[in-house]
């Protein structure tokens, strides 16, 4: 069984920075797609970050040049950087990782339970 767990949230002055994590834990042979989304509140959950097992990655413009994408192989954790936080990054964020758990495993997608981030003064 896979287990994703997101941390790092938190409540931060606008314009400071939080680094989020996502790990996975459990049988895993190759994570292939790691992907951050957010959901403010009363609003559609919205893709803002991916990084492919290849090392390319790509921002929703909201986003870029403020946030990076980020992994450690060895834990399987996914980060994100996020500098100069404004109010309406204020989400939950969430990621989602497609992986293997087994060479002869199809991929799958699995999911945190998010994590707050507020941007206020």
């Known amino acids: 069984q896979v287990q994703v767990v997101e941390s790092g949230g938190g409540l931060v002055q606008p314009g400071g920075s939080l680094r989020l994590s996502c790990e996975a834990s459990?049988?895993?042979?190759?994570?292939?797609?790691m992907t951050w989304y957010r959901q403010a509140p009363g609003n559609e959950r919205k893709w803002i970050a991916t990084?492919?097992?290849?090392?390319?990655?790509d921002y929703a413009d909201s986003v870029k040049g403020r946030f990076t994408i980020s992994r450690d192989n060895a834990k399987n954790t996914v980060y994100l950087q996020m500098n100069n936080l404004r109010p309406e990054d204020t989400a939950v964020y969430y990621c989602a990782l497609t992986l293997r758990q087994t060479a002869s495993h199809r991929r799958h997608e699995y999911w945190g339970q998010g994590t707050q981030v507020t941007v206020s003064s």
């Open positions: 990084l492919v097992s290849g090392g390319a990655s």
């Open positions: 459990g049988s895993i042979f190759s994570l292939n797609i």
